[in-house]
């Protein structure tokens, strides 16, 4: 009896001290990343990392000096079986706050990089042939204390 007495003593002090440290995060909220997952076609990836320089990049390059993002990077891998991506597109914000309301100020860098609806119906258009999006994530890093 005694012993089934100390059992329950400690199982309730270990459940009520690991709900105490689950209420308090080890961590805090670090910056949002929006990644992309990509899967480059057949012999397309010098085209295809050298049309992310002429575009993506420039666009990106565009948001960092106006506030609109932190960084961003590109990451290139060869795909592990015929199923997996090889590209992750990444683009740092400050916050989620920090994406609501920018649609117009995008809109604004790709059209000053990119050109006009024709110039970016064109680009999407040749990098059919060149990729296969397999979608993407919003993310939030964590920052350990």
């Known amino acids: 009896m005694k012993s089934i007495i100390t059992f329950l003593l400690l199982a309730f002090t270990?459940?009520?001290?690991?709900?105490?440290s689950a209420q308090?995060?080890?961590?805090?909220?670090?910056?949002?990343?929006?990644?992309?997952?990509?899967?480059?076609?057949?012999?397309m990836t010098v085209e295809y990392l050298n049309n992310l320089?002429?575009?993506?990049k420039a666009t990106h390059d565009e948001a960092i000096k106006q506030g609109l993002i932190v960084s961003y990077k590109i990451l290139y891998g060869v795909a592990a079986n015929p199923d997996d991506?090889?590209?992750?597109?990444?683009?740092?914000?400050?916050?989620?706050?920090?994406?609501?309301?920018?649609?117009?100020?995008?809109?604004?860098i790709s059209k000053k990089i990119i050109g006009g609806e024709d110039a970016m119906k064109k680009l999407n258009d040749s990098r059919v042939s060149m990729r296969t999006i397999y979608g993407g994530k919003l993310l939030k890093e964590i920052i350990y204390k």
């Open 53 to 56: 320089k002429a575009n993506w």
């Open 85 to 108: 991506w090889d590209v992750m597109l990444m683009t740092e914000f400050k916050n989620l706050s920090s994406m609501e309301g920018s649609e117009d100020k995008w809109d604004a």
């Open 14 to 20: 270990l459940t009520f001290s690991s709900t105490l």
């Open 24 to 43: 308090e995060k080890s961590y805090k909220d670090g910056s949002v990343w929006q990644v992309g997952f990509i899967k480059l076609s057949a012999n």
